[in-house]
């Protein structure tokens, strides 16, 4: 079993979720609703770990909040 981690965000064109693997080329898909995006990023990590496990390029470190006055 494989974890990785991914950042979802929410377009305010389109209202869906979007989300992507940092650092994992090609991992990245949308959803209309967070179980649907979910689904949908095991469904295209499971085809891409089919070619083999990636050397991910980046490493997800986590957020962080910027104060702009």
């Known amino acids: ?3 990785y981690t991914a950042v979802i965000e929410k377009c305010t064109e389109t ?3 979007v989300g992507y693997v940092p ?3 090609g991992a990245y898909t949308q959803g209309e609703t967070l ?8 469904e ?3 085809l891409l770990l ?3 496990e990636p050397q991910l390029s980046t490493e997800f ?3 962080q909040n910027v104060v702009v006055a």
């Open 23 to 25: 650092g994992f080329p």
């Open 61 to 63: 470190v986590g957020t």
């Open 44 to 46: 295209v990590l499971e």
């Open 50 to 52: 089919e070619e083999g």
């Open 35 to 42: 179980d649907e995006l979910n689904e949908n990023l095991k």
């Open 1 to 3: 079993m494989r974890i």
């Open 15 to 17: 209202g869906l979720f």
